[in-house]
């Protein structure tokens, strides 16, 4: 991957390089009034005006980067934008999409280059003026890309053959994701019907190993991509994280008689009966943020439902419009477009309440500051939403708020190690060191190879098997697949009829799969999170989603209760439970396996043994954070791994969840019963039969990792992996969700 100069202080609108723009567009830049570009702007304009490279323009958002890839695309495009598309931009999100739309279509209009949407919510007839008289600049999701294939087939050709450019938004968003294997192939294939190849360019504000981003734009050819980056952007920062004890709820009859000084609408005790901290929390943001214009992020579509509808109500006691609104991917397109369009006109405070939807570049304006309710998802998570602040020169101001459980006698290990304010504290310290996440690899995704062989076959009526390959994985997104696995995983479709073979060797669609294909759900490669049904003694206890493996033996925390796994129905969707053994429920939330990089529990580790108070911390996260570490201390944690607590013993790898996993999954093949909570592993027996096991493991050397997936109750959690034949799913398993050589090091290093 080579490195293009980047320029973090430009020279002006009258720089060198500016002067290479053609002359309608130096115009449009003039009008809007910009005295220089900013560094993405100027660094991009070489190499993507030449267009024999891939290129790669990162930079914090808000700098510009839309502009910076299309003021040379529409330099190239001013004097002759007809006769097929002649630009592909890729988006995520259906509004980003429109959002885009608006801002290239003003860039465009002066120019004379059509600017087109093409997504499930464009008309018909808009669609149908773009096949008959395609030109300009098409704005698309993969999913409409891959209709595009399937319904058009062999006008793909006509559509496209004059197509210089691809441009991908939110390149984070796709690496290491079946929507971004998706997106590879369709790239591939694209590349394939038109027999040359097309510049690509990618935009991204969070990208942690370049490499990695370079391989994953050009599969196979990542080190010739060019890196746009500008370090510009990075102003001040305004953080403090607050801290609140969750009550137990004998407790909470007893703290009316404390400080209510603080405590906003609502009074002493909450009218509604939620958890006080939780209104706490409400009060604090209704305090904090009302009369401006703010994003909160509350992790689950539930908590921005239970926080949106608190703040509305607090609204309504202060006799005040309501300011406050959800904003989440169940919502219908309306709601969603109307708070968007609510926060961006800045007629009247407006704060949204939002899941990830609105981590992407969608323009809603500038805002305030950031809040975020719990855990972050991740390091890059986090740094993209600090993002949607700090624009126009002011500072980004980022809240966090924490629950912590009121400890007990009986107080779960785990709370009393206040393990998710810890692993706030520790996210926290490594965005401040500019550290996140490297985006995920090596995954084999066989799920997507399903979707696009059989778009494939669609696409062209039938293919031969050997062309195939070629197509998908020979050189294709699908490189790690094998010829024989490849003979193998046509074998399983075979059975399960999403293919046939005609009597020359042709693939065909089976029964099955001209069903898949001619559903409209087929077009996405990936799936919506299923409910499972919870059983107990023939009693359904509730449904509940569940996006990470299961196995029998573990545990689930359920309606304030933990339950153990008797078995998983995967077909039927139905997971059989018992009670587990008494004891408090640990306040603990799953980022789902993998999620929780090395460095981050490396530094949590740090964060513990250190003395230093973090700056950031309000009065009571400091108090819980003090606990934490003198629980820490008390275990000697510094010293030893492996703990015993009871009926308990508690192991500490301090290393991601992918080596957690591992470790539990092997301990299981040693016949404990293991329990995951976050950074410990909760293993019932005595603490010789755990260091027995984890001797046995390392005596025994690196292990098979598919092995280890036999434990695994439910490993088909991407959409089409029911159809991989077991010994395919289990290796993609193991290679997305296992790491053994890190496991056997933890063990090694518990043991000493």
């Known amino acids: 991957m080579s490195s293009h100069p980047s320029s973090s202080d430009p020279s002006g609108a009258t720089s060198s390089a500016f002067q290479r723009l053609h002359a309608q567009v130096q115009r449009w830049v003039w009008t809007q009034g910009?005295?220089?570009?900013?560094?993405?702007?100027?660094?991009?304009?070489?190499?993507?005006?030449?267009?024999?490279?891939?290129?790669?323009?990162?930079?914090?958002?808000?700098?510009?980067?839309?502009?910076a890839a299309f003021l040379p695309i529409c330099s190239r495009l001013a004097d002759a934008a007809g006769g097929s598309v002649r630009a592909i931009y890729v988006g995520p999100l259906k509004a980003l999409i429109n959002d885009q739309f608006e801002r290239l279509d003003g860039l465009c209009t002066g120019l004379g280059i059509p600017v087109h949407r093409w997504h499930g919510d464009v008309s018909q007839g808009h669609k149908a003026q773009l096949l008959k008289s395609p030109a300009g600049i098409l704005l698309i999701t993969p999913e409409s890309l891959e209709a595009l294939f399937i319904r058009q087939g062999s006008s793909l050709v006509g559509l496209f053959s004059g197509l210089e450019v691809i441009v991908i938004d939110e390149l984070h968003a796709f690496i290491g994701t079946e929507r971004g294997c998706q997106l590879q192939s369709l790239l591939h294939r694209l590349e394939l019907t038109l027999r040359r190849t097309v510049p690509r360019v990618g935009l991204s504000a969070t990208l942690g190993d370049m490499s990695l981003a370079a391989e994953f734009i050009r599969p196979g050819g990542g080190a010739k991509v060019q890196l746009c980056n500008s370090t510009a952007g990075g102003g001040e920062l305004l953080l403090q994280l607050r801290g609140y004890r969750r009550r137990a709820p004998?407790?909470?009859?007893?703290?009316?008689?404390?400080?209510?000084?603080?405590?906003?609408?609502?009074?002493?005790?909450?009218?509604?009966?939620?958890?006080e901290d939780e209104h706490d929390v409400g009060a604090h943001l209704f305090k904090t943020l009302r009369g401006t214009h703010n994003l909160v992020f509350a992790n689950s579509?539930?908590?921005?439902?239970?926080?949106?509808?608190?703040?509305?109500?607090?609204?309504?006691?202060?006799?005040?419009?309501?300011?406050?609104?959800?904003?989440?991917g169940n919502l219908s397109k309306e709601l969603r477009e109307e708070a968007e369009s609510a926060l961006k006109a800045k007629q009247r405070p407006v704060s949204l309440v939002c899941t990830t939807t609105l981590?992407?570049?969608?323009?809603?304006?500038?805002?305030?500051?950031?809040?975020?309710?719990?855990?972050?998802?991740?390091?890059?998570?986090?740094?993209?939403?600090?993002?949607?602040?700090?624009?126009?020169?002011?500072?980004?101001?980022?809240?966090?708020?924490l629950q912590e459980a009121e400890l007990t006698s009986t107080s779960p290990l785990p709370d009393q190690l206040r393990v998710r304010l810890v692993q706030s504290v520790a996210m926290l310290d490594l965005l401040l060191t500019n550290w996140f996440e490297p985006p995920a690899s090596g995954a084999y995704h066989f799920s997507t190879l399903v979707q696009q062989l059989l778009s494939l076959i669609a696409q062209h009526g039938g293919v031969k098997a050997g062309e195939a390959f070629l197509a998908l994985c020979h050189?294709?997104?699908?490189?790690?697949?094998?010829?024989?696995?490849?003979?193998?995983?046509?074998?399983?479709?075979?059975?399960?009829?999403?293919?046939?073979?005609?009597?020359?060797?042709?693939?065909?669609?089976?029964?099955?799969?001209?069903?898949?294909?001619?559903?409209?759900s087929f077009y996405a490669a990936f799936a919506s999170v299923e409910e499972f049904r919870l059983v107990s003694g023939g009693r359904t206890l509730g449904t509940m989603p569940i996006d990470q493996p299961l196995f029998v033996g573990?545990?689930?925390?359920?309606?304030?209760?933990?339950?153990?796994?008797?078995?998983?129905?995967?077909?039927?969707?139905v997971v059989e439970l018992e009670p587990a053994p008494a004891g408090r429920v640990p306040m603990f939330e799953s980022t789902g396996v993998g999620g929780v990089h090395d460095r981050v529990r490396e530094q949590m580790r740090?964060?513990?043994?250190?003395?230093?108070?973090?700056?950031?911390?309000?009065?009571?996260?400091?108090?819980?954070?003090?606990?934490?570490?003198?629980?820490f201390r008390r275990w000697r944690l510094s010293e030893r791994a492996i703990v015993a607590s009871g009926r308990q013993v508690h192991v500490f790898p301090w290393a991601g969840d992918?080596?957690?996993?591992?470790?539990?999954?092997?301990?299981?093949?040693?016949?404990?019963?293991?329990?995951?909570?976050?950074?410990?592993?909760s293993v019932e027996g005595q603490q010789s039969d755990v260091e027995s096991a984890l001797r046995a493991l390392v005596a025994a050397g690196e292990p098979r990792a598919e092995s280890l997936t036999r434990y695994v109750a439910n490993m088909a959690l991407e959409k089409h992996d029911g159809f991989v034949p077991e010994e395919l799913l289990a290796r993609d398993y193991a290679a997305r969700y296992l790491d053994v050589q890190g496991a056997l090091r933890a063990a090694q290093q518990v043991l000493q």
């Open 34 to 67: 910009w005295k220089e570009l900013r560094g993405i702007q100027e660094a991009a304009i070489a190499p993507i005006l030449e267009g024999t490279h891939d290129v790669i323009l990162s930079a914090s958002t808000a700098s510009g980067k839309t502009e």
């Open 250 to 275: 004998d407790a909470r009859q007893l703290a009316s008689s404390e400080d209510d000084s603080n405590r906003g609408p609502g009074g002493p005790e909450p009218a509604d009966g939620r958890p």
């Open 301 to 328: 579509r539930a908590n921005v439902e239970l926080y949106a509808d608190l703040l509305r109500r607090m609204c309504e006691e202060a006799r005040l419009p309501n300011e406050f609104f959800p904003h989440h």
């Open 359 to 401: 981590e992407m570049g969608i323009d809603v304006g500038a805002v305030q500051s950031i809040a975020q309710v719990g855990v972050p998802p991740s390091v890059a998570s986090l740094r993209q939403r600090l993002g949607r602040s700090g624009r126009k020169g002011g500072p980004a101001v980022l809240r966090m708020y």
């Open 475 to 520: 050189q294709g997104p699908f490189a790690r697949v094998a010829r024989h696995d490849f003979a193998s995983f046509l074998r399983g479709l075979g059975q399960r009829e999403l293919i046939s073979q005609s009597s020359d060797g042709t693939l065909l669609l089976g029964r099955v799969g001209e069903r898949l294909v001619n559903h409209y």
């Open 554 to 573: 573990t545990y689930l925390i359920f309606g304030g209760r933990r339950w153990r796994v008797l078995a998983v129905q995967g077909d039927e969707k």
């Open 606 to 631: 740090s964060v513990y043994a250190s003395d230093t108070l973090p700056r950031y911390l309000d009065a009571r996260a400091q108090e819980l954070l003090t606990e934490a570490r003198a629980t």
């Open 658 to 681: 992918a080596v957690v996993h591992t470790l539990a999954l092997a301990l299981r093949a040693h016949g404990l019963a293991v329990e995951t909570l976050g950074p410990v592993l």
